[in-house]
């Protein structure tokens, strides 16, 4: 039995995020340019993408550019830039081909006006796809968007439109840019770090995480399948106790 008929179809996660790491170490391992990590990092996405369609995931976050990541070198941020653009233009017949519907969550304004017309473009190309929905995190910062939520509910109490004590879970929930995602089941993290980087710090409440030491350009099929596996072994409680999750329904 390979690794894929291992996956039990109906407790697969509505919705994995990734946080995409690894790129530059798998260049500088290889001593080439960690330009060339991005680019070999395109394939590991385009494999996870697939997959990820065949096994009916209905959401994939990808990790793609921090707001933090803005302070590397310029010829980098420069080439990840043009990478994003060309990427996007030549996976649009892909995601037209198999339903796929592209979005974006993040900071999006301080995006190059090149890549950010390029990636509306490919996001209202797509709107009408009802398949999975595969959303990049662009320019992302969970803190800046956790913010920016309490800055609307701020100005909402200084106009007296809103009470303080009016204020709910959901309504937070829906004042940040994942709205309209229901929040990620899966968190994988690829190149060995243990940490969340700044990414999805709300959403993950109640995630499971899984780190790999693999760096993202080899990050395969396989290697997706396994953090499904993992996933799928573990007992999801929510805060209830074992027997409380075992215990059957009343019918």
Excluded at 81 to 95: G, I, P, Y
Excluded at 142 to 157: H, T, Y
Excluded at 166 to 195: H, W
């Amino acid at each position: 039995m390979n690794l894929k008929e291992k996956i039990i179809k109906e407790r697969i996660p509505a919705h994995v995020a990734i946080i995409m790491d690894g790129n530059g170490r798998w260049a500088r391992k290889r001593g080439f340019a960690r330009t060339l990590g991005h680019e070999k990092g395109v394939d590991a996405v385009r494999e996870t993408v697939e997959a990820a369609v065949e096994l009916g995931i209905g959401y994939l976050t990808l990790y793609a550019f921090s707001t933090e990541n803005w302070n590397r070198p310029k010829y980098e941020i420069d080439a990840l830039m043009r990478l994003l653009v060309r990427s996007v233009n030549k996976e649009r017949k892909t995601f037209m081909d198999n339903n796929i519907r592209l979005m974006a969550i993040g900071d999006l304004r301080n995006l190059p006006p090149k890549s950010y017309t390029e990636l509306m473009k490919a996001i209202d190309d797509t709107a009408v796809n009802t398949g999975m929905r595969l959303v990049l995190a662009l320019s992302y910062s969970s803190r800046w968007e956790i913010v920016e939520a309490a800055r609307i509910l701020a100005g909402n109490i200084s106009k007296g439109t809103l009470k303080p004590e009016e204020i709910t879970q959901e309504m937070f929930s829906n004042l940040l840019t994942t709205a309209s995602i229901p929040d990620p089941e899966l968190l994988i993290r690829t190149s060995g770090e243990y940490r969340v980087s700044n990414f999805l710090l709300w959403q993950i409440a109640y995630c499971e995480l899984y780190f790999t030491p693999t760096l993202w350009p080899d990050f395969s099929k396989e290697e997706f399948y396994r953090a499904l596996i993992d996933y799928q072994s573990r007992e999801r409680r929510f805060g209830m106790t074992s027997e409380q999750i075992r215990k059957p329904k009343n019918r």
